[in-house]
């Protein structure tokens, strides 16, 4: 009865949504079951399981790669440029930027377990090589091996908001910028992730990982008011980051010597954690989900935090 009594404002306010709609509108209304390629089965016990399974088959099926050998992880180590003397472009015959387009909306979707190997094919769009697109049949060939993941979203998982920032340190070789991963769960699956290199060169892995963390609090900031206004939300919602030089600018108002050059920008997580808008906890390395959205990892780990992000 207590549950009913909190719901029966959203369900009311969601009673007069669909009633503004259907009067300016021709909508169809009723239990979801696949909206932009996204399938959406809810199981017996109130769980909702989310995967794009018929849309991972059509892009096997348009590339080719439909009877390849699946591969236990999506990317791995590549080798060193020097190695390679001479680079061989890839062909107009080979549809390297449809497969890349292809594979972005699976990453974006429903895939965070890829999200980190099409940024890095996707950042070759203009320039591909051959051995690029080995990386592309690479993800496709991993996909044929978990066509059916997805994600789960459990009815009795926590209803708060928890995130995980992380950042590579001067990853790429070329311009020495690291790369930012951010994930975002509720009722322990995803619900918002992203991985990109980042817009300036970090001096120390303290400033990679604080510009990682503030772009996890936007997310988390945007996301808990969207939330708010659909269901009922738990507490404040937690930022967690595995570096505790971060943590410490981020909440410690005065400025230091070896971080006083950073952008105030930068530093809107420090604002945000001193209102109070959310929590700052640091967490251990070997659990910093957001990892696998910032580097290669070696099968085993990659596939335990592909668990804990809520793939199912």
């Known amino acids: 009865m207590l549950m ?21 509108f021709k909508i169809t209304a009723g ?52 190695d390679s003397v001479t680079k061989e472009y890839v062909s107009g015959n080979i549809p390297y930027r449809s497969a890349v387009g292809s594979l972005m909306y699976l990453s974006t979707g429903t895939r965070p377990d890829i999200a980190y190997a099409v940024s890095v094919v996707s950042q070759k769009l203009d320039c591909a090589t051959m051995e690029d697109w080995n990386k592309v049949k690479r993800i496709l060939k991993y996909l044929k091996g978990t ?78 008011r969207l939330f708010s206004d659909l269901i009922r939300v738990d507490d404040v919602p937690v930022l967690k980051c595995d570096n505790t030089g971060a943590i410490k600018l981020a909440k410690n108002p005065e400025f230091h010597r070896r971080s006083k050059h950073i952008d105030t920008r930068f530093l809107w997580i420090r604002e945000k954690y001193l209102n109070g808008d959310l929590k700052l906890e640091h967490i251990a390395g070997e659990h910093q989900i957001a990892d696998i959205l910032t580097k290669v990892l070696p099968k085993p780990r990659f596939q335990r935090l592909r668990t804990l992000s809520g793939l199912d």
């Open 31 to 82: 239990p979801v079951s696949c909206f932009l390629g996204i399938e959406v089965r809810q199981l017996e016990d109130g769980s909702i399981f989310i995967s794009q399974e018929a849309y991972a088959k059509k892009v096997l099926q348009k590339f080719g790669m439909m009877d390849s050998n699946p591969v236990g992880t999506p990317i791995v180590q590549e080798s060193d440029p020097e």
């Open 147 to 224: 066509v059916n993941k997805g994600i789960l979203f459990r009815s009795n998982g926590p209803r708060k908001i928890t995130a995980f920032s992380d950042a590579d340190y001067a990853q790429d070789v070329n311009t020495r910028r690291s790369t930012t991963g951010v994930i975002c769960k509720f009722a322990d699956g995803a619900v918002t992730w992203f991985s990109q290199k980042q817009r300036c060169i970090a001096l120390s892995t303290t400033e990679a990982e604080i510009i990682a963390a503030n772009e996890a609090a936007k997310t988390v900031v945007w996301l808990q």
């Open 4 to 24: 009913m009594a909190l719901l029966l404002p959203h369900i009311q306010k969601t009673v007069e949504f669909l009633r503004k709609l259907k009067a300016e």
